[in-house]
């Protein structure tokens, strides 16, 4: 039992930090939307993968509970009991004319098509963001758009914009995306404003020295604070703080360590986009980022990213969020899972079994990095359960094979307890071409925001 009672917004400051806190024992029941009895809301997010899966290694075999997973989903054994795959979703709303991964991003979270055009324009906003729109006031960050690569150039008559950018404010702006670790953090423990990333090459302007901020040691600024704070509480929350505050210095550390490296991940990863070496005047450019605040390989990247939304999860800065692993039509390459040429040519599979295998370790990669996030929140105490069980993560793309370019049969599964909405450990095998915006509209209904359509919606899913 805690000694005391703490408010919930109760924030450990020092030298122009302040460092909020995970939930404790010493907290009261707060008046949360969709919370369970604990007064816990939900936190929902969107991942999204490009190019589609090799589906043969993603689709479990038969309905029900999940025993055997397929190789690409098998990274999620040990949480498969708070999981949900869920088959025959389809995303009519991504097919366009003449190009295919362009509408296939601008409209995967919009639930309706976007405009063909090179200049930017949705129908509306994307289903994270009429969330944020009503719960984002509740948190000091009403939503984060988080991705690890910049994104590229357009084609077809459309806006390369649709294919970096999932997540809409309005029909015309994208929300902010944040590839900066260092700025994510900073956005999130000193109250900063989100940032445009500046990808220009050291090269081309003087280096200049960052200042001082609280990605060098937030920690140590707060630490007289956290041990006031500590004498007030019980003996779970003491070791809840402690565990938390171990957290932060982890994140602390690598992200010093990424500066400290000369080189990032993207110069290597992303030579081989086929787009990288036009040298077309009515192209826009493709600006490569340098190694600047960004981990050397593109498995530390996605880490140290998730690992920051789960503390934003935690500390309750935030209840909306969006991922994504690379732009869609992702030319990336990914050598250290040894698959040879670009993300997207793999896809363009052709039925050669050399590149189904090279799609399949893509994928598989970032079910791993997927998976490991989804451990650690079941690693992480709240109220009676864990942080997994009061999350509600989907996870998919918004193409099922990448040779066909088809918006239906499309990968997806769904993570975590939502306080009890989800329940988990099964394979849901829906009618074909069931609306994926029957999630979406499920999703709102978690946090509290009571929709009678969203997109081409025809009802619920029923996940409980």
């Known amino acids: 039992m805690a000694r005391s009672s703490i408010s919930r917004r109760t924030l450990l400051r020092g030298a ?18 969709a919370a369970n009895d604990s007064g816990i809301p939900t936190r929902i997010a969107f991942f999204y993968v490009p190019n589609g899966v090799h589906m043969p290694a993603w689709k479990p075999e ?11 989903l098998h990274p999620l ?22 190009g295919s991964h362009e509408p296939t991003g601008g409209g995967y979270l919009v639930g309706d098509k976007c405009k063909h ?19 984002g006031w509740k948190t000091a960050v009403d939503s984060l758009a988080l991705g690890i690569d910049p994104g590229s150039r357009g084609d077809h008559g459309y806006s390369g914009t649709y294919m970096s950018n999932i997540s809409w404010r309005n029909k015309t702006t994208p929300a902010a995306l944040e590839l900066n670790p260092r700025h994510l953090y900073e956005r999130l423990f000193n109250s900063q404003p989100p940032r445009r990333p500046d990808w220009n ?8 020295q960052r200042p001082a901020t609280p990605a060098s040691g937030v920690v140590d600024l707060v630490r007289e604070q956290a041990q006031d704070l500590q004498r007030q509480l019980g003996y779970q929350d003491r070791q809840k703080l402690q565990d938390y505050l171990e957290g932060l210095r982890s994140v ?33 450019k493709l600006i490569i980022p340098d190694g600047r605040g960004i981990p050397e390989t593109y498995e530390d990247h996605v880490s140290l990213m998730l690992d920051i939304l789960t503390l934003a999860f935690q500390t309750d800065q935030t209840r909306v969020a969006t991922f994504m692993f690379s732009y869609e039509k992702s030319g990336r390459q990914y050598k250290e899972v040894r ?8 896809s363009h599979h052709n039925n050669e079994a050399e590149k189904h295998a090279a799609l399949t370790r893509i994928n598989t990669l970032h079910m791993q990095l997927f998976a490991r996030m989804l451990r650690r929140m079941a690693e992480t105490p709240e109220a009676e359960g864990t942080l997994l069980d009061h999350v509600m993560i989907a996870y998919g793309s918004g193409i099922s094979d990448g040779n066909k370019h088809n918006n239906d049969n499309l990968p997806l599964l769904v993570a975590g307890g939502g306080n009890g909405r989800v329940g988990g450990g099964r394979h849901l095998l829906l009618p074909e071409k069931t609306p994926i915006c029957n999630l979406y509209l499920e999703m709102l209904s ?14 619920t899913l029923g996940l409980a």
Not at 80 to 91: G, L, Q
Not at 339 to 346: E, I, K, R, V, W
């Open 16 to 33: 122009g930090v302040a460092v909020a806190l995970p939930w404790l024992e010493a907290m009261p029941s707060v008046a949360g939307v």
């Open 77 to 98: 054994e040990s949480v498969k009991d708070r999981v949900v795959v869920i088959s025959n979703t389809a995303a009519a709303h991504c097919k366009g004319k003449g």
């Open 252 to 284: 602390e550390r690598r992200i010093a360590q990424s500066e400290s490296e000369p080189f990032g991940h993207h110069a290597d990863g992303l030579a081989s986009d086929p787009l990288a070496g036009v040298d077309d005047p009515a192209l826009p």
């Open 117 to 135: 055009s090179e200049v930017p324009e949705v129908a509306n906003a994307s289903v994270d963001q009429v969330a944020a729109r009503e719960v």
């Open 339 to 346: 698959a040879p040429g670009s993300h997207h040519s793999n």
């Open 446 to 459: 978690a946090v509290g925001v009571q929709r009678d359509q969203f997109g081409d919606s025809t009802g």
């Open 201 to 208: 090459s050291a090269a081309s302007k003087p280096q200049q």
């Open 62 to 72: 038969a309905e029900g509970a999940l025993t055997e997973l397929p190789s690409i």
